[in-house]
T-cell receptor, first 111, second 114 residues
Framework: GESVGLHLPTLSVQEGDNSIINCAYS??????FIWYKQESGKGPQFIID?????DKRQGQRVTVLLNKTVKHLSLQIAATQPGDSAVYFC??????????FGRGTSLIVHP | GAGVSQSPRYKVAKRGQDVALRCDPI?????LFWYQQALGQGPEFLTY????????KSGLPSDRFFAERPEGSVSTLKIQRTQQEDSAVYLC????????????FGQGTRLTVV
């Protein structure tokens, strides 16, 4: 079955540094990819998405990179701020676009 | 409303009790999803509606779980004869299109079965 996993369960960075959160997925049929941010006690918040016909997409301070060859997804956060501290999930979907979530990476930003 | 609203925010149920969790999606959103999130884990898919039609319920863990969306807006997730392993946060999400892109999540209902 589909598994979506993250390489690092916890990532600690200094304020102002760039952060990179990685995600591996197993289903080669996945064609839609989403990054969510979840703060304590809240539901996941949509950050950015990318479709399989792209390999890079940029938002405000965030960039998602997709490597379909090795089934790898990454989220880059520029100039990380304390407010970026949260758990980040990658989610994949295909066909019906029902997102399947990975376990999550906890990002800790030190002031 | 401005976002997806779920109620109650917290629910404590005695084992064997039935519970009903409510989700008010963003007005006009076609797609609605229910997820279950255990502590320290990612959300696990339960079921999906497109308007009032339940198109996928493959994630419901047992026949004690039932979801409905009779008028294509508000949805209710019902759990009968709750068990301790049902303790989790139940998340609802809605999306404006038929394929569930950019789904917006509610804050969830934290269910504790004692």
């Amino acid at each position: 079955g589909e598994s979506v996993g993250l390489h690092l369960p916890t990532l600690s960075v200094q304020e102002g540094d760039n952060s990179i959160i990685n995600c591996a997925y197993s289903n080669s049929a996945s064609d839609y990819f989403i990054w969510y941010k979840q703060e304590s006690g809240k539901g996941p918040q949509f950050i950015i998405d990318i479709r399989s016909n792209m390999d890079k997409r940029q938002g405000q301070r965030v960039t998602v990179l997709l490597n379909k060859t090795v089934k790898h997804l990454s989220l880059q956060i520029a100039a990380t701020q304390p407010g970026d501290s949260a758990v980040y999930f990658c989610a994949t979907s295909w066909g019906s676009y029902i997102p399947t979530f990975g376990r999550g990476t906890s990002l800790i930003v030190h002031p | 409303g401005a976002g997806v609203s779920q109620s109650p925010r917290y629910k404590v149920a005695k084992r064997g009790q039935d519970v009903a969790l409510r989700c008010d999606p963003i007005s006009g959103h076609v797609s609605l999803f229910w997820y279950q999130q255990a502590l320290g884990q990612g959300p696990e898919f339960l079921t999906y509606f497109q308007n009032e039609a339940q198109l996928d319920k493959s994630g419901l863990p047992s026949d004690r779980f039932f979801a409905e969306r009779p008028e294509g807006s508000v949805s209710t997730l019902k759990i009968q004869r709750t068990q301790q392993e049902d303790s989790a946060v139940y998340l609802c999400a809605s999306s404006s299109d038929r394929v569930g892109t950019e789904a917006f999540f509610g804050q969830g209902t934290r269910l504790t079965v004692v």
